[in-house]
């Protein structure tokens, strides 16, 4: 079974400073996609990037950008101009790519990590 | 933009009875999802949906879970007998097929079991 970690329950960040949220995963699959959520106060769940295992290129959507080192198992998250409004809880979370597999569907996620932004 | 819709958004009931949270996923998505997040805890996956079938639970999703399409538009998850446990978040979300399938979530219901 696949798992996912992220090892910092809390960060914080100074409004327009960059920060990064660790990830790292487990799995046997060679094919597969990782995905970053943000679940502001809310609670609603928001699609952040993803990650398709097969492309080295990592994936960069305006302040957000990752950094996927497959060998490592390893997935972050950079956010660059820290904005207020990033405010959340964010989650990893993995998905398998095999259609033969018993988890093709499903998302699993890490336990979340706090993001706090300062002034 | 199309988005997924969850009512109520907030439901309180008492241990033993049952509840049915109502989901109305993106219209041209057929891949259907029911997840549940504890206070403070991940999101955990329970069930996922397609062509009128479940076609993955977890061991969470035990007898007294079911889903249902009733119609062209809903999708519910009932559970039979309610217990504290059972109180959460529990989100829905839909997918397209394919291999490009992200899961849109929708606002989640709060449920409270007293």
């Known amino acids: 079974a696949q798992t996912v970690t992220q090892s910092q329950p809390e960060m914080s960040v100074q409004e327009a400073e960059t920060v990064t949220l660790s990830c790292t995963y487990d799995t046997s699959e060679s094919d597969y996609y990782l995905f970053w959520y943000k679940q502001p106060p809310s609670r609603q769940m928001i699609l952040v990037i993803r990650q398709e295992a097969y492309k080295q290129q990592n994936a960069t959507e305006n302040r957000f950008s990752v950094n996927f080192q497959k060998a490592a198992k390893s997935f972050s998250l950079k956010i660059s101009d820290s904005q207020l409004g990033d405010a959340a809880m964010y989650f990893c979370?993995?998905?398998?790519?095999?259609?033969?597999?018993?988890?093709?569907?499903?998302?699993?996620f890490g336990q979340g990590t706090i993001l706090t932004v300062h002034p | 933009e199309p988005e997924v819709t969850q009512t109520p958004s907030h439901q309180v009931t008492q241990m033993g009875q049952e509840v049915i949270l109502r989901c109305v996923p993106i219209?041209?998505?057929?891949?259907f999802y029911w997840y549940r997040q504890i206070l403070g805890q991940k999101v955990e996956f329970l069930v996922s949906f397609y062509n009128n079938e479940i076609s993955e639970k977890s061991e969470i999703f035990d007898d007294q879970f079911s889903v249902e399409r009733p119609d062209g538009s809903n999708f519910t998850l009932k559970i039979r007998s309610t217990k504290l446990e059972d109180s959460a978040m529990y989100f829905c979300?839909?997918?397209?097929?394919?291999?490009?399938?992200?899961?849109?979530f929708g606002p989640g219901t709060r449920l409270t079991v007293t």
């Open positions: 219209s041209n998505h057929l891949y």
């Open positions: 979300a839909s997918s397209r097929v394919g291999p490009n399938r992200e899961q849109y």
């Open positions: 979370a993995y998905r398998s790519a095999n259609a033969g597999g018993t988890s093709y569907g499903k998302l699993t």
